[in-house]
């Protein structure tokens, strides 16, 4: 095996645990760190008592966007000799991303600084407070959706890389496309006026835990 090919496997399993990274991260952020803004009785008065852990999330967040970066960095020579263009848009979108997760941070970080100033005001003030409330959870809300459309537009872009040039087993590459695909719809759906289907982002979960399985086993498969 040729030094190049040895780099392209030690690329890939590196990329494997950087993906981990975000797999573990994004459970981190979205289901444990955050959950109070959605919990009883609202982020408008959970904001401020739990300020400190969702400043945490906060900067996890920023960890999960450079994060992309540097996936998208350490692939790129990989990826440019199969599809320089390809390589390019997948760098791209992920500084794109850091971007949304930056305009998502703000929205969350808006919350505790909202619910601050709510548990400092009196009651006239707080009536006022009530009112726009709507509006301050709608800006986090679509950068949320925003941020997650970045997202599964890189890995439509890795996965058909992935599936394209056999970098992975190719089951593994055609899944990623369909769960990629079927979280597009659901998401974008959202700015339609529909409902997010939770049912439509769990084959994304498994191709993500497949893909990180199979990367920290065996790296990328090297160009013949």
Same mark, same amino acid.
């Given at each position: 095996m040729s030094d190049s090919h040895r780099n392209e496997i030690t690329i890939g399993r590196i990329i494997g645990g950087l993906y981990l990274l975000q797999f573990v991260s994004g459970i981190l952020v979205n289901v444990v760190l955050t959950a109070p803004l959605s919990g009883t009785p609202g982020f408008i008065t959970n904001g401020a008592v739990y300020a400190h852990q969702i400043g945490i999330s906060a900067l996890v967040s920023f960890l999960i966007g450079i994060?992309? #970066?540097a996936i998208a960095v350490m692939a790129y020579?990989?990826?440019r000799v199969r599809s320089h263009s390809l390589a390019l848009g997948f760098l791209a979108l992920a500084i794109a991303g850091l971007a949304a997760? #930056?305009?998502e941070v703000i929205g969350t970080m808006s919350l505790v600084s909202f619910s601050k100033t709510?548990?400092?005001a009196g009651v006239a003030q707080q009536d006022l407070l009530e009112s726009v409330k709507p509006v301050v959870a709608s800006f986090r809300t679509w950068a949320h959706y925003s941020n997650i +459309?970045?997202?599964g537009v890189g890995l439509l872009v890795l996965y058909t890389m992935l599936y394209?040039?056999?970098l992975v087993p190719r089951v593994i590459?055609?899944?990623? +496309?369909i769960a990629v695909s079927l979280q597009l719809g659901t998401i974008g759906a959202t700015f339609l006026g529909q409902a997010v289907n939770f049912t439509l982002l769990a084959p994304l979960a498994l191709s993500q835990v497949a893909l990180i399985i199979w990367l920290l086993a065996k790296g990328f498969k090297p160009k013949s």
């Open positions: 994060s992309a #970066i020579p990989v990826f997760t #930056i305009m709510f548990s400092q +459309l970045f997202s394209r040039f056999s590459g055609g899944f990623g +496309l």
